[in-house]
């Protein structure tokens, strides 16, 4: 049932309802009702919102609720990997439901090219 899975999946992510509830815009009721089955599958819309409380992904959600058929693992197909310097460049980007700005976004590459610097190194000095 969706309750189940929408509880089931909070939990895994170590949100309390509160929590899920400031994050995704949804109040703390309608989630408690939702995961006690106590209200019928929310809208699109919601399962949206509350996609993002959750950090979860929305057509997963979709699907748990009904509104779309769950993906066959035969029909996946490998993806390419996404550059991630391109993907912080070139979209809107948001965390915890606050949109980065272009500083943020750059902080973040920052970040991630410290990270990584040490990888690199070693990849660039073999022979």
Sequence with gaps: MFYDKLRDLRKEK????????TRSGVSAAYISQLEN?????????????LSEGLNASYSELMQH??????????????????????????NEIQFD???LSDTDKE?????LTALFWKHKVEADSRP
């Design 14 to 21: 170590g949100f309390t309802i509160r929590e899920v509830a």
């Design 37 to 49: 089955g106590n209200r019928g599958v929310p809208s699109p819309d919601v399962l949206m919102k």
């Design 65 to 90: 609720a009904g509104y779309l058929e769950p993906e066959k693992a035969e029909e996946e197909k490998p993806a390419a990997p996404v550059n991630l310097r391109r993907l912080l460049r070139e």
């Design 97 to 99: 439901g606050l949109v």
């Design 107 to 111: 902080w973040v590459e920052r970040v």
